[in-house]
């Protein structure tokens, strides 16, 4: 696993937990939970609630979703070279 790849991975789960704290504070704890088990929900929930500037998520969301992309990209690149 290269360098990027690791900041990659950390991003990704960095940015999920705070989406997922600031789930469990503006929806109670079974929408947490919720996005606990199922990481998709609070991902589509951040990107739902992008706007409010009380939840402050748009530099987490945009830091989050590239961190995919880039994942997706190098895995690609990845596989393509073996």
Not at 29 to 57: A, H, S
């Amino acid at each position: 696993m290269g360098a990027l790849q690791i900041v990659g991975t950390l991003i990704i789960w960095v940015a999920g937990i705070v989406v997922l704290v600031r789930l469990f504070q503006k929806e109670g704890v079974l929408k947490g939970i919720l996005g606990l088990i199922c990481m998709l929900y609070t991902f589509v929930w951040g990107w739902q609630r992008v706007k409010d500037p009380e939840l402050n998520l748009k530099n987490w969301m945009y830091a989050w979703t590239a961190a995919i992309v880039l994942g997706m990209i190098l895995n690609v690149i990845g596989s393509s070279g073996s």
